[in-house]
């Protein structure tokens, strides 16, 4: 299945990585300011009990996580007030999550668009 990692920033998404198996969170209903194509989106936000209601549980293997601005993902860690992005080619970018959410540090390009394609098999 391909999926849409959306980040809503401020700690408030799930750390994804090739290969990862695990538990992950979907809406139920994507947002509306997610352009999802119709595919399920991770889920972002409140895990409190008034938001449970917003998502579902699915087991699965990533296979790829792909940007298309930024090329091959191998890993997003989502802790702190900046995101980790670990690049397939090596390369670590660190994101303001916090501040100036989106905003790639060390780089020239701003990133117009942060949905992010993810491979992933349903286990």
Known sequence: MEAIWYPFWYECDQAIAVGQVAVFDFFKTPPDYV??????VFYHGSY????QHLFEAIRL???SVRHPQLGSIE???T???DYTFL???GRILEVNAEEEPGRVFESP???????????AEIL
Not at 48 to 51: A, L, M, R, V
Not at 109 to 119: F, M, S
């Open 35 to 40: 352009a999802h194509e119709g595919k399920r």
């Open 48 to 51: 409190g009990k008034d938001h």
């Open 61 to 63: 293997r990533i296979l």
């Open 75 to 77: 890993a997003i860690d």
């Open 79 to 81: 802790k702190g007030l």
């Open 87 to 89: 690049m397939e080619d």
């Open 109 to 119: 390009a701003p990133v117009d668009d942060w949905l992010i394609y993810v491979q």
